[in-house]
């Protein structure tokens, strides 16, 4: 059974930092395109970063370029989100997705799996 648990999340002041981690158990990262996704209250799930399996191709939100970094430690099982110059609307629920099929995608109809997600909360 594949099992993502992240965690990371917190409350922080606009303008901070956070690191979100993703570890994944179950079968190996590697052998899987993951990404991050977010859903601010009251609004549908959103696409933030994926990476693929290898770490060779990356994809961002235009509202997250610049400001967060996906990277991912296979040797581990791990996906992080580095978060930086954070902002109030960055506050949501922050989930982790793996897709096993080849290929990034902003859908998240095309992930296989999720994690249960980390609140992020930044205040003004």
């Known amino acids: 059974q594949v099992q993502l648990v992240e965690s990371g999340g917190g409350l922080v002041q606009a303008g901070g930092s956070l690191r979100l981690s993703c570890v994944v158990s179950g079968r190996t990262v590697s052998s899987a395109v993951m990404a991050w996704f977010r859903q601010p209250p009251g609004k549908e799930r959103e696409f933030v970063t994926a990476i693929s399996r290898y770490g060779s191709n990356r994809n961002y939100a235009e509202f997250v370029k610049g400001r967060f970094t996906i990277s991912r430690d296979n040797a581990n099982n791990t996906v992080y989100l580095q978060m930086n110059s954070l902002k109030p609307e960055d506050t949501a629920l922050y989930y982790c997705?793996?897709?096993?099929?080849?290929?990034?995608?902003?859908?998240?109809?095309?992930?296989?799996?999720w994690g249960q997600g980390t609140q992020v909360t930044v205040s003004s």
């Open positions: 997705a793996a897709k096993v099929a080849y290929g990034i995608s902003t859908r998240a109809n095309a992930y296989d799996y």
